[in-house]
């Protein structure tokens, strides 16, 4: 009798474990088909060339900065001139400075006296 017993409770918790592997199996499937529907989705549309967009409202780089004053400057400009009309500090300013001139993108006219290349 007690095996008996024991059998049945086993049964159903079989039956119980086989009902959630069921609904397990069918939401994978169901995710699948999402997916590749998705996927297909995506895979359909035609690739397009975009041209690049300037931000307007980007703000321009520290180095960007001290560069559009010196070139906009036609005699050159000191690094105290480029310190007041940027509020960057003097070592900020030299290592923009040193950086621009060793790529090329500024050179030095005197002593102290940066212009664009």
Not at 50 to 55: I, R
């Amino acid at each position: 009798m007690a095996i008996k017993k024991d059998l049945t409770a086993l049964k159903k918790d079989i039956t119980a474990i086989g009902k959630k592997l069921e609904k397990l199996v069918k939401a994978v499937e169901k995710s699948e088909t999402k997916v590749t529907k998705a996927s297909k989705a995506k895979a359909t549309k035609a690739p397009t060339k975009k041209a690049p967009v300037k931000k307007k409202n980007a703000k321009l780089t520290a180095t960007d900065q001290v560069l559009n004053i010196i070139k906009r400057s036609k005699k050159g400009v000191n690094t105290a001139t480029l310190m007041k009309k940027t509020g960057f500090d003097q070592r900020k300013i030299w290592s923009i400075i040193n950086r621009a001139s060793r790529a090329g993108k500024i050179k030095r006219a005197e002593k102290g006296i940066y212009i664009g290349a």
